[in-house]
């Protein structure tokens, strides 16, 4: 079993991502267009590089994005909006294509980015080897209710939309269990670090409505070692060579204890991924490796 050779790597870049759940228990998924430059025709969770003339946080990018990929707006106001559907559609439209910054935007809306809804959920690094590297930092949110006075709240009757193409072609719902069994049959393609995460979520998030206790659950994965935990996937070859596998941190093949497992055993077509198999066999709440680290935004 050897580690793969890489060539000589990029510098990641920083960016956002962010795991919104609606109330039936539902993840949002978008499918980026097939001509893009990364991750095409993969659906992913909405996400994107931070940018920091308008980005104040790794926060404030994540809701950008997802306000600019899927029209979701996750935002707060102290008086009741008086947004219009028209004016909604027109702003995002601005904001995704520069005519504006989803500051102004806010501020003239009398709105503030919701960033204290969204959860710390995993770090991950590109593999040296790739050419276009990102070093995403996954968050995690659950939809308020009506009652709560989030701007995104009142319009989760909204199904999500593409942008126009620009980057997505496709925007919608999907139970975790539903977007697993949708890649296995092929009718979806995923990348290890968003079947990871569905994996991770699929036996919290079950059944049509989410409990506070699953709520729960999932904050308390976001303030554990694992909310923090930094995945930086190195190639092995196992199993005498037959396998490919991508191993994380803590894995008895990356310094840890014997017999623990932490890797994606994946088959490939080409670029993409035909098959995805999670082997962790260790306690999240108690067991996660966590690499300190503070982004230089």
Not at 45 to 66: M, Y
Not at 203 to 223: F, K
Not at 274 to 286: I, P
Request: charged fraction near 25%.
């Amino acid at each position: 079993m050897t580690d793969s050779k890489s060539t000589k790597p990029t510098e990641p870049r920083l960016s956002a991502s962010l795991i919104l759940v609606n109330s039936h228990n539902e993840i949002l998924l978008v499918q980026r267009n097939p001509q893009a430059r990364t991750f095409a025709g993969q659906h992913v969770f909405p996400g994107g590089n931070f940018d920091a003339k308008q980005d104040t946080s790794l926060e404030w990018t994540a809701i950008r994005e997802t306000f600019e990929e899927a029209g979701l707006l996750l935002a707060l106001s102290d008086t009741p909006s008086t947004l219009l559907d028209v004016d909604f559609t027109q702003a995002r439209e601005a904001v995704h294509g520069g005519q504006t910054t989803f500051s102004t935007f806010l501020t003239n809306n009398n709105l503030r980015a919701d960033v204290d809804a969204l959860m710390p959920f995993t770090i991950w690094v590109t593999p040296p080897t790739s050419v276009s590297r990102f070093r995403t930092q996954f968050f995690v949110a659950f939809l308020r209710d009506s009652a709560s006075g989030g701007m995104y709240s009142s319009r989760e009757e909204h199904l999500p939309t593409p942008d126009g193409g620009q980057e997505v072609i496709r925007t919608r719902f999907l139970h975790p269990e539903t977007a697993i069994e949708e890649f296995r049959t092929g009718k979806i393609g995923l990348f290890p670090p968003q079947y990871y995460i569905l994996e991770t979520l699929r036996p919290i998030l079950t059944g049509s409505s989410n409990t506070e206790s699953q709520r729960n659950a999932v904050q308390m994965l976001s303030r554990a070692a694992f909310g923090r935990i930094v995945i930086n996937p190195k190639l092995f070859r196992i199993n005498d060579g037959v396998d490919e596998a991508f191993v994380y941190e803590g894995d008895e093949l990356r310094g840890g204890p014997k017999g623990r497992l932490h890797r994606m055993v994946v088959e490939r077509k080409g670029a993409l991924f035909s098959k995805m198999d999670l082997w962790r066999n260790f306690d999240l709440v108690t067991q996660c490796p966590v690499e300190v680290y503070t982004p230089k935004l």
